[in-house]
């Protein structure tokens, strides 16, 4: 396979109308090249490969089978979305994906009427799909059939169950394909990926149904019905019934999703005969039709760049660990001394670093599906039966459970640990994934310690802070990517809760930095140096407490003072604002100026360029400084 692979067919196709004109074999020469391209624009761009691969026969044949976009194809979290986006127009934009200015790596509402409803986070499409088709018989204009295409591991969330429930009690013509591939991000795990597994562990169930359909075609017409009764009571014996058909859907397959000649006639008997909710049953893999994909751990589920004929991956060479590798040595450090330290993660164990943990500590580590809100809750049934545990989540994804945060753990003020990864901007998974509200949405919560790790040496010390911390909740974020480079210390010392620390001493403007824009604030000043101010600059540490004594003695002895965050407003620098003006210090003419996330959605580049975008970089913060002292930027009074 070449980075440019021959697509004949695939050149033909401008939307998915003319797949419509393709016979059967050229469906599936067209999944062949489809694949291939996808292949191709991946390698160049990075981004989520394993999923895309595994649906490539199913995209064609949603597309042959039904007539986009009026008929609503939402395609679940959107990772596996790449060969939709090739067939419905945006085959010349395929190599921008994840770039600035270019395609988003998900489905999104405004880059195409393709895409009827965006998704990042799981388990939202039946919900979406739902809302479409009731929004039909109501008599929406332009609304046809509402597909939703979800995996296995989405059905781990109680979301998917939530609306199945409300589907099969409506019983609007609805059709949910289960993607099923034994594979979300992490091995699925839960009661229902064992029960999809016991579905089609063996052969008897398809056996039996083709036996039975064959038989009942034979018999008169009298007998027919108690064939159909007997038929169904071997289904069950068979397979232990259909969960799905319990909640009032019409149950179809398994079948094999790979093969078009299976997939297109049930598509095509579903779209001809279907007059309530239908769950069509497909078996995929992960990764198919790509040997390094295949057989990666996680079936190339998120890659940089890689090589087409090795797949070997193209990743730059790191000056310093990760930050979430270094959470990892510091949790397994603080669990090796306390066997009370447990692990939560949602489907997340590699993505959060608890892989390390889980393999040196098994039975005090638990990967629950994505679950969030379950993750928060069981956490503090752990916290209340006298465990010490560390719920590592990713920014984003906690705010799905917001709800257990406040009422299962902040109100109960039980000792969780908040571990929170990708805090701030993160690059190509854009606004979705940004983790920008963690520190207004945990910080407006009694009882509860907010902090932000500077550097990864500030991360370890707050791991050992949370580890010892028993009088409540206790969080603290970092971003994804490398650290600084900074020496982590060996034996790490708790930090004194609310407390923040000076890193260089100056006059006249104070900069005050919660979290990883420490090392800008510090070029900022370097900047201001050099044009004859020198700026204090602190660390705070804490979101919440505030270290109320350093804030203060920062707005006594300058003239201005700037707070930096990497996060939205209402979060450290509103608490900052709100103590400043309780002590009646805006009456004594500080001049206040907070950097916060503005006020929109950044879409995906590096993360560099979001920020300067988001107006945080060090430029930013020197300009901001000395806007608040009365300078223009040329250094001349304003």
């Not at 016991?198 to 039996?208: E, H, I, S, T």
């Not at 590699?350 to 379950?374: K, N, P, W």
């Amino acid at each position: 396979m070449t980075d440019t692979p021959k697509t004949p067919l695939l050149d033909r196709v401008a939307s998915p109308a003319d797949l419509k004109a393709l016979s059967l074999r050229e469906l599936t020469e067209l999944a062949g090249e489809l694949r291939a391209e996808t292949i191709s624009a991946v390698s160049v761009t990075g981004g989520h490969l394993g999923a895309g691969l595994g649906v490539v026969e199913l995209t064609v044949a949603l597309h042959a089978t039904f007539d986009a976009p009026r008929d609503k194809i939402i395609w679940d979290v959107g990772h596996q979305a790449y060969p939709h986006k090739i067939l419905t127009g945006r085959r010349d934009r395929i190599r921008t994906l994840r770039q600035k200015d270019g395609l988003s790596g998900f489905t999104k509402r405004s880059e195409s009427p393709y895409d009827p409803f965006g998704a990042a986070h799981s388990s939202t499409s039946i919900s979406a799909a739902l809302g479409f088709a009731v929004a039909r018989d109501l008599g929406a204009e332009g609304v046809g059939d509402a597909i939703a295409v979800i995996g296995d591991g989405a059905m781990s969330a109680g979301m998917a169950y939530e609306a199945m429930n409300n589907a099969g009690h409506l019983g609007r013509r609805l059709i949910v394909i289960l993607n099923d591939n034994e594979m979300s991000i992490a091995p699925p795990v839960g009661a229902m990926s064992a029960y999809l597994s016991r579905l089609y562990a063996g052969a008897p169930f398809q056996d039996l149904k083709a036996a039975a359909k064959g038989a009942v075609s034979m018999l008169p017409g009298p007998f027919r019905e108690g064939a159909k009764r007997a038929k169904d009571v071997l289904k069950h014996l068979a397979v232990g019934g259909s969960i799905f058909e319990e909640m009032g859907f019409s149950y179809v397959g398994p079948i094999d999703g790979h093969d078009m000649e299976q997939l297109m006639a049930v598509l095509r008997t579903v779209k001809a005969r279907a007059d309530g909710p239908v769950l069509i049953h497909t078996i995929t893999r992960k990764g198919k039709g790509y040997a390094p994909a295949e057989g990666a751990a996680d079936r190339g589920h998120a890659t940089s760049k890689f090589d087409v004929v090795t797949g070997k991956q193209s990743k730059a060479k790191s000056n310093a660990p990760s930050y979430t590798s270094v959470f990892s040595s510091a949790l397994v450090k603080e669990a090796e001394k306390d066997g009370r330290i447990c692990a939560v993660t949602a489907a997340m164990p590699d993505g959060t670093g608890l892989a390390r943990f889980m393999e040196r500590y098994a039975s005090r580590c638990f990967d629950v599906g994505i679950a969030e809100q379950h993750a928060v809750t069981f956490a503090a049934g752990l916290a209340a039966a006298g465990m010490r545990p560390f719920c590592a989540i990713y920014s984003t994804f906690l705010q799905r459970g917001y709800d257990q945060v406040v009422h299962d753990v902040a109100i109960q003020r039980l000792p969780v640990r908040f571990a929170i990864d990708r805090a701030g901007l993160v690059g190509a998974d854009g606004a979705t994934h940004a983790g920008a509200f963690d520190i207004a949405y945990l910080s407006n919560l009694p009882g509860f310690t907010v902090m932000a790790a500077a550097d990864e040496a500030e991360l370890v010390r707050m791991v050992a802070t949370a580890a010892a911390h028993d009088d409540g909740p206790i969080a603290f974020r970092f971003p994804r990517g490398e650290g600084v480079g900074v020496e982590l210390p060996e034996a790490p010392e708790p930090l004194e809760i609310g407390r923040g620390r000076v890193i260089r001493e100056g006059s006249r403007v104070a900069l005050l930095s919660l979290g990883t824009r420490l090392a800008e604030a510090e070029k900022a000043a370097d900047m201001l140096a050099r044009k004859g101010i020198e700026p204090t600059v602190a660390d705070a540490r804490f979101a919440k407490p505030l270290d109320e004594e350093l804030i203060l003695r920062l707005a006594r002895d300058h003239e201005a003072l700037v707070t930096i965050e990497e996060g939205a407003v209402g979060g450290f620098a509103a608490h900052v604002a709100q103590l400043l003006a309780r002590e009646g210090v805006f009456d004594k003419g500080l001049a206040f100026r907070p950097m916060v996330l503005p006020d929109i959605f950044i879409d995906q580049s590096t993360p560099e360029d979001m920020y300067r975008t988001a107006g945080l970089s060090a430029e930013d913060i020197a300009e901001v400084a000395q806007s608040a002292l009365g300078l223009s930027v040329m250094g001349r009074r304003a």
